[in-house]
């Protein structure tokens, strides 16, 4: 199995570099002023280039709706101005193609008697097509994962982890893989003057405007290779079916409605699922300046869990992330509160997360993230199946303490490639301690890939 994962990252290596050779001199990043000034690209070019046509010239954006233009996240999603995003880009006539992702290949090491020991990788691709179209940008885009292929048993451990299924079992202490297509989206942003934007947004699988961006995709969780255990609390919608997107944004501002359909996928996870749109939600976004963004966002999910295909859920998300970036470094930070609360039996369960990024000298980065969450009853069960008539109810609150460290070396022509190690630590009632022992922990060795160019995001 060691040798299938490390097949799997050269081919992965192979790609990224195939890419990362192919640039011509004119291709361009998006780069913070701290790097190195990027090759100037022809003026045609940047015409076509959304958000270039008001002057702006490779750096960071200046307004919130330029910021928007870009759609370097998943869904509708934004981040700070000021974040930084490695991505590889080249103009080809009226178009602008951008690609970036990430790989982790980890190794996990879990104590006590539900601990697990297991190598796998996570992983997203991004490749993206921008160009004018009247008075508006369109925007194709599409995100791929071949976690199914690189997380096997349909789970990678983790423990006090909720969420989803593997072979027709509740899915505890561990996190379910990405679908192969997490995004597949159309987007197009019309003008309405200098200070307003109207949006529009169309996928058969996409991302909602629910909550901030998910944590594949925060700065502030960057290098940390597995999931955040409120993840179905926070940002689980962010891979959904049949999702339609209106949005308008006036100057620091935008309110945003969706629709889609909220049975989240199901565990075939090769497959493009759908059903009707029966969900709703809505956003409101806000940054006051290039380095702080703020949502807060309210959905209806019809049936969201596979088997508990009677509940209703009403989600709230709340979210402040902070960017500040400096001189070969960044500092990216997000605090986070979800809450789900089941109609049928008015169940409630709330998490909150604190998580911090800080990148100094350039190739280090040393990073945190604190948690308190509900867990239900169905953690009991451990890998055996829902009896019949199975009443979840909330069963405790759990909390998650992570730090690492990562270094990057420059091994590969086109990649930043880092190794790097952390560590975590959970608080739990003493009436878990027969299932999980005194102190559980666990401790991940990984080495991750992402294109290099320190390319903004925007």
Same mark, same amino acid.
């Given at each position: ?204 699988? #996409?991302?909602? $405007?629910? =909550?901030?961006? @998910? ?5 502030? +969780?960057?290098? !940390?290779? &597995? ?118 039996? #008015?169940?409630? $369960?709330? =998490?909150?997360? @604190? ?5 100094? +000298?350039?190739? !280090?980065? &040393? ?92």
């Amino acid at each position: 199995m060691k040798r299938s994962f490390l097949s799997v990252l050269i081919i992965l290596f192979i790609l990224f570099s195939a890419t990362a050779f192919a640039q011509s001199p004119q291709t361009s990043a998006h780069r913070h002023s701290a790097n190195p000034t990027p090759t100037p690209m022809p003026d045609d070019a940047m015409q076509d280039m959304p958000g270039m046509q008001h002057g702006s010239t490779h750096e960071q954006p200046i307004t919130f709706i330029d910021e928007i233009l870009h759609h370097s996240t998943a869904g509708t999603s934004a981040q700070p101005n000021s974040t930084v995003e490695p991505m590889i880009m080249r103009a080809r006539g009226k178009w602008m193609f951008m690609f970036h992702g990430v790989a982790f290949l980890s190794a996990l090491q879990q104590s006590g008697p539900r601990g697990y020991d297991k190598i796998f990788s996570t992983n997203w691709f991004m490749p993206m097509a921008q160009r004018q179209i009247g008075r508006g940008e369109l925007t194709l885009r599409t995100m791929l994962s071949m976690e199914p292929a690189t997380v096997t048993q349909r789970f990678y451990p983790l423990l006090f982890q909720q969420g989803e299924t593997a072979f027709g079992k509740p899915i505890n202490d561990g996190q379910h893989p990405h679908d192969f297509v997490m995004e597949l989206a159309a987007l197009y942003d019309l003008r309405l003057g200098e200070n307003a934007l109207l949006s529009f947004y169309a996928a058969p699988v #996409g991302d909602p $405007a629910m =909550g901030p961006s @998910a944590y594949a995709h925060r700065a502030s +969780a960057s290098e !940390n290779p &597995v999931a955040t255990l409120g993840h179905h609390l926070q940002d689980s919608t962010h891979i959904a079916d049949n999702v339609v997107t209106g949005g308008l944004a006036y100057k620091n501002a935008r309110i945003e409605f969706s629709g889609f359909h909220g049975r989240e996928p199901n565990e075939f996870r090769w497959d493009i699922d759908s059903g009707a749109i029966d969900s709703w939600s809505t956003r409101l976004t806000v940054q006051p300046c290039e380095n702080w963004s703020a949502q807060y966002s309210f959905a209806h999910l019809a049936s969201p869990e596979q088997l508990h295909p009677e509940d209703d859920v009403q989600r709230m998300t709340a979210s402040v992330s902070y960017n500040r970036p400096f001189t070969k470094g960044s500092w990216a930070s997000t605090l986070l509160w979800g809450r789900n609360r089941t109609l049928q039996s #008015g169940q409630i $369960a709330n =998490g909150y997360l @604190a998580e911090s990024t800080l990148q100094f +000298a350039e190739r !280090n980065r &040393v990073w945190a993230r604190i948690e308190n969450v509900d867990r239900s009853s169905e953690l009991l069960l451990g890998k055996q199946p829902e009896p019949p008539g199975f009443d979840e109810r909330l069963l405790a609150r759990i909390q998650a303490y992570t730090a690492g460290y990562d270094r990057d070396f420059p091994m590969i022509p086109g990649l930043s490639t880092a190794l790097g190690a952390q560590v975590t630590f959970y608080g739990k009632p003493g009436f878990l301690t027969p299932i999980y022992g005194q102190h559980p922990m666990g401790v991940i060795l990984f080495i991750r890939v992402r294109p290099t160019g320190n390319a903004h995001s925007h």
